[in-house]
């Protein structure tokens, strides 16, 4: 397995440096060649300031604030592919024929 470039941030005592953000206990990580302090934030590392910036704004939280970033899944590609789910592109005129039919009635 080959050797992290961010290694773990220590104090005096050996114990590693933690950070509390918007109530959570994180720990401090260090780039190799780089004196910006880093977290751990879903299995990756990030700046701490662009952390401290992301918690401020409300992403990413459990409790519902905030915008969450979407991530892949078929809706996305409900855009592409549609005509292909719903039938063919010959099914969906038919669809809105129909509706409009029963608009004018």
Request: proline fraction near 0%.
């Amino acid at each position: 397995m080959a050797k992290s470039k961010y290694s773990i941030v220590k104090g005096k005592t050996g114990k590693s440096k933690k950070v509390v953000v918007a109530g959570k206990k994180k720990v401090l990580y260090k780039k190799e060649g780089s004196s910006a302090m880093y977290v751990l934030s879903k299995g990756r590392h990030m700046k701490l300031s662009a952390y401290k910036k992301m918690k401020m704004k409300g992403g990413n939280q459990e409790g519902g604030q905030g915008k969450k970033r979407k991530r892949g899944g078929m809706s996305d590609m409900s855009g592409m592919f549609g005509s292909i789910l719903n039938g063919g592109a010959k099914k969906k005129k038919k669809k809105e024929k129909k509706k409009k039919r029963k608009k004018k009635k």
